[in-house]
């Protein structure tokens, strides 16, 4: 079964990040951009770039055993495999906004925001699921920079979030149900700010959470250059990266236009202690 690493080699050998282009060329009756880089993720992991509709709908069945929605965490699982919630920015400085779901570390069954299709996804009973977020930006229909990064390098555990929110939220429910909030109102009783370790998550008191941008974060690591034409940046902890299959690592590390760097980063549960991380770089 392919991995993040499959989605990163098809993305370095298809080299055309133009969402338009490809939802002309592939994707006839897709118009919206999130929903195009979607797919765009989907055809980067099953290497299904080219193929017709109905030919990529089949490779979807075989490789990912969940597909969810906006309102429901997360948009991909791959079979036995990872778990990834994709979001598009237009920003490289955007806040990302992950509505009434709290920052992931993971992926956890017990988690009673997921629905049961996917607690009940696979043949197997799952406890947990390594997170990825995938964060798109893009500007004028060009995808400029892509960057996938490991639930565990960025957000604490979720006892971090609960210990906040769960005071709050029978209030919070209160006046949602009570229509408080109108909608699309943007009005907000407040919020609070900084409530991680690494002090990038905010809770608006209306039940949203906002995180900071991972290339804000990752700053001193992640270096966007306005005239690269693509920029996409991987973090995985290095345990996680040595647990994927060795073809694919060694398939990546072959990439003329890849680099694969071993670096430090804070431990999002204690800053105090650095975390052993692989940071994968590609650039056209």
Do not use: H
């Not at 229509?179 to 905010?202: H, N, R, S, W, Y």
């Amino acid at each position: 079964m392919p991995t993040i690493l499959s989605g990163i080699i098809n993305i370095a050998k298809f080299r055309n990040n133009n969402l338009k282009q490809y939802s002309s060329t592939y994707l006839i009756r897709i118009n919206a951009i999130g929903e195009l880089l979607e797919f765009y993720i989907k055809d980067s992991i099953t290497g299904s770039f080219t193929k017709k509709q109905e030919e990529k709908e089949v490779e979807y069945s075989k490789v990912f055993s969940y597909l969810g929605n906006q309102n429901n965490p997360p948009d991909l699982i791959i079979k036995n495999g990872d778990a990834f919630e994709i979001k598009k920015i237009e920003g490289k400085n955007s806040a990302i906004a992950l509505n009434s779901s709290y920052p992931k570390n993971k992926l956890y069954a017990s988690d009673y925001r997921i629905t049961s299709a996917c607690r009940s996804c696979e043949i197997k009973e799952w406890k947990e699921k390594d997170f990825f977020y995938i964060i798109g930006q893009v500007n004028k229909g060009l995808l400029k920079t892509l960057v996938i990064i490991q639930g565990e390098c960025y957000c604490a555990e979720p006892e971090i979030y609960q210990k906040l929110y769960d005071p709050l939220k029978e209030e919070i429910d209160l006046i949602l149900s009570t229509g408080g909030f109108e909608k699309g109102e943007t009005k907000e009783l407040g919020k609070v700010k900084k409530i991680d370790p690494l002090g990038i998550t905010d809770l608006r008191i209306r039940g949203m959470w906002d995180i900071q941008n991972p290339i804000k974060v990752f700053s001193n690591i992640i270096n966007i250059e306005d005239k690269n034409e693509f920029s996409l940046y991987t973090i995985m902890t290095k345990n996680k990266y040595l647990s994927l299959p060795k073809d694919e690592r060694e398939t990546l590390e072959k990439q003329n236009n890849i680099e694969i760097k071993d670096i430090k980063i804070k431990n999002p549960n204690n800053p105090a202690k650095l975390l052993d991380a692989k940071l994968i770089s590609l650039i056209f």
